[in-house]
């Protein structure tokens, strides 16, 4: 059992940028992929991110790349994501998610997930 808490949201302008931090509960936290995914009103949730269990892969949307980076501290249970250059179609509800095994961007693969975070970016 995997509980996951987020953090670091906010409302800022276009250009800006924001860290969001995800820690998670339980001693196997290192045993599992993490992903970042987020939620617009009106639309799907979409993959953000993702990184294997070790740090040593990561994945991203292509509207994010160059701007998005995620990274994970084992020893501290937890994930990040720094998001760099914000735009206004970046704002939506920011959720992390935990799999085992393999780093996925499908969020079906993910067993785990917190209650989000926002992120608002005005123009």
């Known amino acids: 059992q995997v509980q996951l808490v987020e953090s670091g949201g906010g409302l800022v302008q276009a250009g800006a940028s924001l860290r969001l931090s995800c820690t998670a509960s339980?001693?196997?936290?290192?045993?599992?992929?993490m992903g970042w995914f987020r939620q617009a009103p009106g639309k799907e949730r979409e993959f953000v991110a993702a990184?294997?269990?070790?740090?040593?892969?990561?994945y991203y949307r292509d509207s994010v790349k160059g701007r998005f980076t995620i990274s994970r501290d084992n020893a501290n249970n937890a994930v990040y994501l720094q998001m760099n250059s914000l735009k206004p179609e970046d704002t939506a509800l920011y959720y992390c998610?935990?799999?085992?095994?393999?780093?996925?961007?499908?969020?079906?693969?993910?067993?785990?997930w917190g209650q989000g975070t926002q992120v608002t970016v005005s123009s």
């Open positions: 990184i294997s269990w070790a740090g040593g892969r990561t």
């Open positions: 998610a935990a799999k085992s095994n393999l780093a996925s961007r499908e969020i079906n693969d993910y067993r785990y």
């Open positions: 339980g001693r196997t936290f290192s045993s599992y992929a």
